[in-house]
């Protein structure tokens, strides 16, 4: 698991890019349905988002990561030091790709939007007492790596089963 401190700063990273960036993903969604006081993912009028190489590099590790842990997880035998280790390495990659990003301000506000689901995701797998919630945590980040391939274009992007 990240240090307090690491895991405060990606956090504090975190809230101030979505404080900043919630105004332009809403500006977005001037056009949608959806509650005007929430940030909503959207296509970039109906493109997907540029990518650069370091988010890419850290959704792909995501992916691989939660990839190579499906069998303990659907079959229930992934143990609490498993889902510990997955959680240590998304916060690792979420940290990695924030430190690093170069995108405009309004993909910056989506992707910021699905690197909340992934923290949430490893939170709940390593703060959880029990399985069946470590499992919707790792749910939780594979929904937001199959978001992440409908919004941002991410060449040969596959999402898990």
């Known amino acids: 698991m990240l240090s307090f401190k690491k895991q405060l700063l990606a956090t504090a990273v975190l809230v101030a890019c979505l404080?900043?960036?919630?105004q332009a993903a809403m500006d977005h969604e001037h056009h949608s349905h959806h509650d005007k006081g929430t940030a909503q993912l959207a296509l970039n009028n109906g493109k997907k988002w540029a990518t650069d190489d370091n988010l890419r590099q850290g959704m792909g590790r995501i992916r691989d990561a939660l990839a190579a842990e499906l069998p303990a997880i659907h079959s229930s035998t992934a143990s609490a030091e498993q889902y510990?280790?997955?959680?240590k390495k998304v916060h690792e990659q979420v940290e990695f790709m924030v430190k690093t990003c170069k995108l405009d301000k309004d993909a910056d506000a989506m992707i910021h939007l699905i690197l909340a689901e992934l923290i949430a995701g490893a939170d709940a797998?390593?703060?959880q007492k029990d399985n069946h919630a470590r499992h919707l945590g790792a749910e939780k980040i594979a929904h937001?790596?199959?978001?992440?391939?409908?919004y941002f274009d991410h060449p040969d992007w596959h999402g898990v089963k």
Not at 19 to 22: D, K, L, P, R, Y
């Open 19 to 22: 404080s900043t960036g919630a």
């Open 125 to 127: 797998m390593a703060e």
């Open 144 to 150: 937001a790596l199959d978001d992440y391939g409908t």
């Open 84 to 87: 510990h280790a997955l959680a």
